[in-house]
């Protein structure tokens, strides 16, 4: 069975950092792509940024500059340093595997605000 945990969500001030990890268990991290979306109240799930088996990054222009998607392979996590947050980019994060299936984690709430 194919599980995405995420964690280290939580209030920071603007300008602050987080990083988010999710741990995928059920054997697919080698295989998947990893990505990271959020939702913000009233709005639509939107893609932050994924990685590749090899290692090809893409983000959002929103995000680009200041978030670094990541990946251990050895220790099946994916990683999102968030770096320079801003109150805009308040939202649930959700970690993302895509490999035969398409998986999601439960969420983590990120919270800027002074």
């Known amino acids: 069975q194919v599980q995405l945990v995420e964690s280290g969500g939580g209030l920071v001030q603007p300008g602050g950092s987080l990083r988010l990890s999710c741990v995928v268990s059920?054997?697919?991290?080698?295989?998947?792509?990893m990505a990271w979306y959020r939702q913000a109240p009233g709005k639509q799930r939107e893609l932050v940024a994924s990685?590749?088996?090899?290692?090809?990054?893409n983000y959002a222009d929103s995000v680009k500059g200041r978030f670094t998607i990541s990946r251990d392979n050895a220790e099946s996590t994916s990683y999102l340093q968030m770096n320079s947050l801003k109150p805009e980019d308040t939202a649930v994060y959700y970690c993302n595997a895509r490999s035969v299936g398409n998986y999601w984690g439960q969420g983590t709430q990120v919270t800027v605000s002074a």
């Open positions: 059920g054997g697919i991290f080698s295989r998947a792509v």
């Open positions: 990685v590749e088996r090899g290692g090809f990054t």
